[in-house]
């Protein structure tokens, strides 16, 4: 998430330059998880609570003001419910 935070905020970077820059940058860091079916499912944005855990953190870095990081976890979607309880 750190990571996530350093490229989402350079201005260099072409992912600071995405309209939906925290929507991307949390889809990014979604990982593959083998969950018993036929096919994997990408945790991330949508996903149990420690898949969730990353994108939290990723608020809590990016955005120094409580209100604006609690908009813009509830603005990206997917479990935003579980993202909000460390973020808050």
């Known amino acids: 998430a ?6 989402a905020t350079d201005p260099s970077g072409s992912l600071s330059k995405e309209e939906f820059v925290d929507d991307l940058a949390l889809t990014s860091m979604a990982r593959l998880w083998e969950v018993g079916k036929t096919e994997p499912i990408k945790v991330g944005k949508a996903s149990p609570t420690e898949g969730t855990l990353p ?10 003001d409580f209100k604006a990081a609690v908009q813009a976890n ?15």
């Open 74 to 88: 509830a603005m990206v979607g997917g479990d935003n419910a579980s993202r909000s309880i460390p973020v808050g």
């Open 2 to 7: 750190i990571d996530k935070v350093k490229e």
């Open 55 to 64: 994108g939290a953190v990723y608020f809590i870095l990016k955005y120094k």
